[in-house]
């Protein structure tokens, strides 16, 4: 009997399998949440983006590549077909890359003077430089065209190159001021001490420091530019950027080359940003075999 009654009550004391699935699941999720959040917001960024390349594939038998015909690589052979769209990616490449190169050599002496010296009106530039960020596009972009407007300056090329600089000067001055606040100035008076010039010491000691700054800089600027509507909507006057061709063309048909050269410029970029992961982990091992003798 104590035998038969020893071995119901462990029966009855061992966790049922149904009652143990609920408890494994709950704890799965709780150790696992932020994975499973991390790949949906993920694939909800790109989402889109994966919509644009398989379109890229598309055969549309009308005006608008909304519905999927067919696949055919016969718009990624005839991807510069176009011709005005050709010119308007030509127009907002050549208008990024000059915005672009402007725009950090401005910011990258605006960071300087605000980190390194003390003058009068040092906070309300750092204002400024932060408001035009902070500022809907609609409000800079109509901005500058009463002020082109005023001044008496066509609307055109010219006019989107000074508004994109303008634009950008900002971010170039945060990212750039973000690295010299960190920047050790012992270096610097330790190539003085050796007898370099300032000339000297900037271009051997503080530049190349600073060059990872600049060039996150630069090519931050580029896509800020080489992406614009708002602003370039109001301030380009004839000129077409590819941005205004993709608005334009999208009220009478988008044709399928849109969608090759968003997914060449999103290609382009993906590549970027890895070869420069690469480069920064590969620095990263470089510096810790350097400090550690050992390694």
Known sequence: MSVNGETALTVNRMPRAGARSPAKAIAWLRRNAIRIYVGVAIAYLLLPIAVIVLFSFNEPTGRYNLVWSGFSFDAWIHAFSVQVLTEALVNSVKLAALSAVVATALGTAMAMALVRHR???????????????????????????????????????????????????????????????????????????????????????????????????????????????????????????FPLYVFGASQRGIPVQVNVIATMLFAGTLLIGLVAALIARRRGRTRFVAEDPEA
């Not at 000297?200 to 800020?224: D, E, K, N, W, Y």
């Open 119 to 241: 003058f009068l009106g040092r906070r309300l530039a750092n204002l400024l430089v932060i408001l035009p960020m902070t500022s809907p596009e609609i409000v800079v972009g109509s901005a500058l065209l009463s002020f082109f407007l005023i001044v008496g300056i066509p609307l055109g090329f010219e006019t989107l190159i000074l508004a994109h600089i303008m634009f950008s000067i900002g971010f170039s001055t945060v990212v750039v001021r973000s690295r010299l606040v960190n920047f050790d100035r012992s270096l610097e008076d330790a190539a003085a001490d050796l007898g370099a010039g300032p000339i000297a010491t900037f271009r051997l000691v503080t530049l190349p420091l600073i060059a990872p700054a600049i060039g996150g800089s630069l090519f931050l600027c580029f896509v800020l530019s080489l992406d614009d509507f708002v602003v370039s909507n109001f301030n380009a006057g004839t000129t077409l950027t």
